[in-house]
Every structure is written in C-alpha cells, then in structure tokens.
C-alpha cells in the first residue's frame, strides 16, 4: 500500500520506520529543515513544504496514496491535510494534541476517518505492562469504559463453564471468545470457557476487578505482585 505521513516527528517518523517494515510505500511532508536531513538520513522520501498545502499533498503522490496520516503537533495542519486528503479518496487518520477534543472532532469532522492521540496509546501500553500477562487493555472507550482482553486460567471460577452459564456484572458484556491460539469470534452459547481461552469484554472501570476475578482468578494486587516476580501466563 502506498502511504503519505505528514510529521516527520517523534510520532510520524515512528509510523513511517513501521510501515517500511512491512513493505509499504511511504512518503513524507515535513517542513522542519533537521526533521527532513533525519529522515532523509534514513532514506526516506520527503518532499520539503507544508503538509496543508494542496500542491505539496500532490507533490508528495496524494493522488495515488491509500491512506494519508495527519501527524504533526500542529493540529490545524493535521486538519486540513485531511479534508484535502478526503477529497482525493483517501482514508484519513488525524493527530490530535488533547483528550478532550476527541469527541468534537469524532462528532463534528465527518471527513476523518480516524482520530489518534498519541498519549492515550502510550497510556495504555504502560497500563499493560503494569496488569501482567492476563489481562490487556485494548481501548478506552469513555472515561468509564474499557475493551480488555482477558485470558482464562485454571484458577478462575468460570473455567469449564459454557458462555450460556457465564454471569458477568450488570456493567460488564463480552464482545467476543477465542479459544487458545484460534481466532476471536462472537461468543456461542454453548461454547465452553477454558484454560488458555481469551475473551474481549467491555466493562465499566468501577467493575473491571471482579470481572478479572471471575475470568482470570486473581485480583489486580495479585497480578501486580506476579508480575514483579517475573511470573508469566
């Protein structure tokens, strides 16, 4: 696929080493004369200008591009590359610098495809890291709300359960059951919970801790003190 990141910063110049890897076509728009001799240093192709620019979007292939990733720190930049991006057909994915302005432009910016912000990701890697191995936060989805993914262990108090005789808490629902290394599907009724299985669950914070209980058989203190041993599931 063929892509155009516009930063050529700490976030942007990162997703471009990633997509690289994989064998994607990348350019980049930078106008920051020392962010240009970097990553031109790493071989990248960077056209030199102002990402909310239509000629410098066309100069860097937006015509041709699959996907245009709004990245820099500059949020009115980020904006308007996207509208231009939008009118070419392009999934767009925009950079926002504050939290709360997710929902406005969830709400407001119909032409963007994706909001990110950065911070909020990198919370929750650390957020993984600290849970341990059985349980990992894949999105936090309102203030209240987490996705997590919470593998089952022969301690919990559901194992051998079917997904029909499985209680979760009012605030609590389960979106989908894999089994050990299959793939994630809708839950089925009569599915039994097992070992090694994984379910996706969205829940209320307020009753995260006992529904890891319930899955996972151990309290977030538990895995904390697990984790610092160097145990791992």
Known sequence: MRFVIIGAGRVGLRTARVLREEGHDVTLVERDEAMVRRARNEEFTVVDGDGSRESVLEEAGISEADAVGALTSDLNVNFTACMIANHYGCRTIMRIDEAY????YRKYADEVDEVIYPERLGAIGAKNALLGGTIRAIADVAPHLQIVELTITDDAPVDGYTMDELELPADARVLAHGKRDGALEIPSPDESI????RLVVLADFDVLSEVRQLLVGETATQAAA?????GVN
């Open 226 to 230: 697990r984790a610092g041993a160097g």
């Open 101 to 104: 302005r997710e929902g406005i």
């Open 194 to 197: 097992e070992d090694g299985d």
